[in-house]
Every structure is written in structure tokens, then in C-alpha cells.
Nanobody
């Protein structure tokens, strides 16, 4: 069974930076496309970023493009999300997810993911 554990969330000032990590275990990490999603209270889950199985292609939601960077280190079984120029509207619980059937832009869809972490809270203050 695949397990995903997010870390690195916390309180940060608007304009600041934060790096999230997602630790993968239970299967072969390099066989999975990986993604980040977020959800704020009262709002639907939103696609943030994704990366394919070897890290050669990345995808971003419109609201974070140019500010966030997704990466992975397969030898460490870890995916990262570097968040810069944070805004108040970035406040949410951030979830990582793993897809055994990733296919390019299909990684933008939550339906592509079979495994989800429990999330880490990111709070941006003014």
C-alpha cells in the first residue's frame, strides 16, 4: 500500500517563501506521477502542480504559475513544492497525491490519483 506524508507547512508572511515535502513509501516511487492539490475551507479542491515519473515534465495551476516550483528526487522518494511570493489566497491545506497511470496533462485531474496524503496546513498572514 502506498503511503504519502506531507511536511513543511506553517505560518508565513505574505511575500515570503515556504517549501513543502511529500515522502512516498510502499511502492516504487519512480513508477508514479505525483501532484499537489490544495483546499481552503468552504472551497473545492484545487490543482496546484504536478510532475511526471522521471521529473522531465511539470504542470501548474494558473493561480500559482510563475511563483511555485514542483520537483522530485527519486533516490530520496520525495517530491517538493517550493512556494515563493506567497499571497493570502494561498492559505489552504496542501495535499500530495500519487498516480500509477499518469499521462501528461492528465495529471491536472484529481481523478488520475489513487493515493493521497492527509495534508499540511499553510497559512499566509499580512
Amino acid at each position: 500500500q502506498v503511503q504519502l506524508v506531507e511536511s513543511g507547512g506553517g505560518l508565513v508572511q505574505a511575500g515570503g517563501s515556504l517549501r513543502l515535502s511529500c515522502a512516498f513509501s510502499g511502492r516504487t516511487f519512480s513508477s508514479y506521477g505525483m501532484g499537489w492539490f490544495r483546499q481552503a475551507p468552504g472551497k473545492e479542491r484545487e490543482f496546484v502542480a504536478a510532475i511526471n515519473w522521471i521529473g522531465s515534465m511539470t504542470y501548474y495551476g494558473d493561480s500559482v504559475k510563475g511563483r511555485f516550483t514542483v520537483s522530485r528526487v527519486n533516490t530520496k522518494n520525495t517530491m517538493y513544492l517550493q512556494m515563493n511570493s506567497l499571497k493570502l489566497e494561498d492559505t489552504a491545506v496542501y495535499y500530495c497525491a500519487a498516480s500509477p497511470s499518469a499521462s501528461g496533462s492528465g495529471l491536472r485531474r484529481g481523478q488520475a490519483y489513487d493515493y493521497w496524503g492527509r495534508g499540511t496546513q499553510v497559512t499566509v498572514s499580512s
